[in-house]
């Protein structure tokens, strides 16, 4: 299994970007897909979007798609979430996912980071 931490998240204002960041150990990091989801005050948690251990497939919720960028470093046992013009909206704990694969991740990952804090003011 992997063992995630996650990092990176702070508070902003509207129109600020962010990178976070999920660093993991253990051995089938590389031939893991990595996801990120996040969860609102009050609501269920949600999925973000997910990599392939290769990092050359993504796939992305509708709603952040264009404004949230996954890529991963596997030299680094990484893996990152930019998120670009950021909303109040966005306000959430961002959780970093692990996975056999994207779809699996998406729906059932085996492994999950603590959660950073991710807090938008307008």
């Known amino acids: 299994q992997v063992q995630l931490v996650e990092s990176g998240g702070g508070s902003v204002q509207a129109g600020a970007s962010l990178r976070l960041s999920c660093t993991a150990s253990?051995?089938?990091?590389?031939?893991?897909?990595m996801g990120w989801f996040r969860q609102p005050p009050g609501k269920e948690r949600e999925f973000v979007a997910a990599?392939?251990?290769?990092?050359?497939?993504?796939y992305y919720a509708d709603d952040v798609k264009g404004r949230f960028t996954i890529s991963r470093d596997n030299a680094k046992n990484a893996v990152y979430l930019q998120i670009d013009s950021l909303k109040p909206e966005d306000t959430a704990v961002y959780y970093c996912?692990?996975?056999?694969?994207?779809?699996?991740?998406?729906?059932?990952?085996?492994?999950w980071g603590q959660g950073t804090q991710v807090t938008v003011s307008s």
């Open positions: 996912a692990a996975g056999p694969n994207k779809a699996a991740v998406r729906t059932s990952p085996a492994s």
């Open positions: 253990g051995r089938t990091f590389s031939t893991s897909a």
């Open positions: 990599i392939s251990w290769s990092g050359g497939s993504t």
